[in-house]
């Protein structure tokens, strides 16, 4: 009897211990450029690469590549047809940002352009020097309009008895670059992250 | 000073006895906590839910620091309907979307509750939601997307809603409201292929085919399948037809919550002397047939309308279960049976037959559930050219009696603009005069 309440208290203090030393909070800073991946899922590193791949071959393909004028360009949204919650408001900010950097483009700010009015109406107000308003009607036209879809198909393992599962994600992203005066496509190419996990049926 | 167990053998047998009676306690004190007082916020939030408080009982809840592992699924089920009967629709999100996520975590079977419910009860267990259950959760995102124009995030959930419509087609089978609401998310984004697919298998299992007739006509044309129109055209009558030929792009969606869903009820099978085995089952003994109608404006053959009775899905989710919840339940018995065996043999007649009689009361079947969910969801859809409009809603029972009507709020409706409403009934009334008053 003795024997077996020193063990069932041995037993109590490595279970305490253990839990003990799982609430311990760690942390760590992770590079930007460290792919750190938990699941299947879409991450940030996925959204890294996609920006690559997508920004090289815009600026090295036609039209862009022989543009000398630094055409000006319109990002509409990127359409999130995945079954997650995803941000592609993200994708199209870096995408830009990118794109930017480059020096080959110039972008409309589409997002500030309630804001811009708002200015406008307020420079024409009493507040402001005439001699330092901005000239109205002067707002430049865009000559192309990016635009996107991000996709995804699921594939998962048929249930049957086994301790796990294996779980298949698909991600493509299509970028499309039409002409606004033609309504052509002058550029489209996409990009894919296939990403394949194995989740436990039983855990403790 | 009394003598201890360990030195004074003449008193073995009864320190044994009561060491077993004490322990045979700690598990009945044990199950009666886990079973009843964790959940004491659930039910009183509950139940000034369905006296038509949600204020009150979104308070209760609000209170709870963290929500207990155990039920942690119902509370945010409960607490994101309740949300949602407030209009609070992006807070409502935030708790079924955590809901998802955790529903996404419980695929992962734990030994160590699963070692414990057999030989003590299912209470011991974290609540997984029934089939139909898992599938409101994205019902409700759904819903609260849609409210708040969020067409594209309403059409992730239409996925995760599809996919479980696919691993479980026919216990999910009789939720024509969700497909409803899943094709409506894929024509709202322009891919009228996909609802033209939802619509169809949504056709080929609805009783009543002429509601959906009309939606399937205009797509079939929309998308150039002229011969299968005409297959539809067949439930439309003339001006039906001229209707669905080219509808109105705007329209008003009502999504309706109607009545009070059945809760689960303790059924047992006892085998004398003391072996029972116990399981959940709805109620049916409630009177929840109801259902919506437009009264105005008018428009005969130009509404849609899809219905879901809850209880029937939740009956045939539970029924999914039953071959395992068999096995886990012949299980515990024989355990059972077992353990009182074992200390009869070695402590005597009276600790088997008190030990038998723990373990039988201990036998509670899991009689936890959604309980905030409607006995019906309703849709309506009515296609109505730009302009402003008063609608009127009746409640009707299962003859066709109006029970109640319904004003809603004058609409008005830009061209092409999706307008959603979403309505309960009975209605918090006693909110009203409570807020009034405030």
Redesign the interface.
């Known amino acids: 009897m003795g024997i077996a309440i020193r063990l069932i208290t041995l037993t109590t203090v490595l279970i305490m211990s253990l839990g003990v030393a799982g609430c311990t909070v760690s942390t760590r800073t992770v590079d930007a450029d460290e792919e750190v991946v938990y699941d299947e899922g879409y991450n940030f590193s996925d959204k890294k690469n996609i920006v690559a791949a997508l920004t090289n071959s815009l600026l090295t393909k036609k039209p862009l590549v022989s543009a000398s004028d630094r055409p000006i360009i319109v990002v509409y949204g990127i359409a999130n047809r995945t079954n997650e919650h995803i941000s592609t408001d993200g994708i199209s900010d870096d995408l830009r940002q990118a794109l930017l950097e480059s020096g080959k483009l110039r972008f409309i700010n589409k997002e500030q352009r309630e804001n811009i009015a708002r200015e406008a109406d307020y420079q024409y107000g009493s507040r402001v020097a005439p001699e330092t308003r901005i000239q109205m009607a002067r707002q430049t036209g865009a000559k192309y309009m990016l635009t996107g879809t991000l996709r995804s198909i699921d594939k998962e393992q048929p249930r049957q008895v086994r301790l796990k599962k294996k779980v298949l994600k698909y991600y493509s992203l299509n970028l499309e670059l039409t002409d606004l005066e033609t309504s052509l496509i002058e550029w489209a190419d996409k990009t894919e992250v296939i990403r394949e996990a194995s989740k436990p049926f039983i855990g403790w | 000073m009394l003598p201890t167990c360990?030195h004074s053998p003449s008193r073995a047998n009864t320190c044994n006895f009561n060491r077993y009676k004490r322990s045979a306690w700690l598990i009945v004190l044990l199950a009666l906590i886990l079973g009843g007082c964790a959940s004491a916020k659930l039910t009183d939030a509950r139940r000034e839910f369905h006296a038509g408080y949600p204020t009150r009982a979104y308070d209760i809840l609000s209170k709870v620091k963290s929500y207990p592992a155990r039920d942690k699924l119902l509370f945010h089920l409960e607490m994101g309907v309740i949300l949602f009967n407030l209009g609070r629709y992006e807070q409502s999100t935030a708790e079924f979307?955590a809901a998802a996520r955790l529903k996404k975590e419980q695929?992962?079977?734990?030994?160590?509750e699963q070692a414990g419910s057999l030989i003590t009860t299912e209470w011991l267990t974290e609540y997984k939601g029934e089939y139909g259950e898992r599938l409101w959760i994205h019902t409700y995102l759904m819903m609260n997307f849609l409210l708040q124009a969020k067409y594209?995030?309403a059409?992730?959930e239409a996925?995760?809603a599809l996919?479980l419509y696919e691993k479980y087609p026919e216990v999910l089978a009789e939720d024509y409201f969700t497909r409803t609401l899943i094709a409506i998310c894929y024509e709202l984004?322009g891919?009228y292929n996909d609802a033209y697919i939802e619509y169809k298998s949504l056709f080929s299992q609805l009783p009543d085919k002429k509601n959906l007739a009309g939606e399937l006509y205009y797509l079939a044309h929309r998308l150039g399948f002229s011969d299968e129109s005409t297959q539809y055209a067949a439930y439309l009558n003339k001006e039906e037809q001229d209707f669905w030929q080219n509808p109105p792009e705007t329209e008003i969606v009502i999504f309706a919550e109607l009545g009070r869903a059945p809760d689960k009820i303790p059924g047992n099978i006892v085998v004398p002397p003391t072996i029972r085995f116990s399981f959940p089952q709805y109620r049916n003994d409630y009177d929840n047939d109801y259902f919506i109608d437009l009264i105005h404006p008018e428009k005969k053959g130009q509404i849609s309308k899809t219905t879901t009775e809850v209880r029937e899905v939740l009956v045939t989710s539970l029924e999914a279960r039953a071959k395992s919840m068999i096995v886990k339940e012949t299980a515990r018995v024989a355990i059972k049976e077992a353990l009182a065996q074992a200390i009869e043999e070695n402590n005597g007649a009276a600790a088997g037959a008190l030990t038998r009689a723990i373990l039988f009361l201990s036998e509670e079947p899991d009689t936890r559930g959604w309980e905030t969910l409607p006995a019906e969801f309703a849709l309506l859809r009515i296609r109505l050219h730009p302009g402003t409009h008063d609608l009127v809603i009746a409640i009707k029972d299962y003859y066709g009696n109006t029970i109640e009507k319904i004003d809603l709020p004058e609409v008005k409706l830009y061209p092409g603009q999706n307008f959603f409403k979403a309505i309960k009934w009975p209605e918090a009334m006693s909110e009203k005069v409570e807020e009034s008053t405030n």
Do not use: F
Request: proline share 0%.
């Open positions: 360990r979307l695929e992962i079977i734990s030994i160590s594209e995030d059409l992730v996925k995760q996919e984004l891919e």
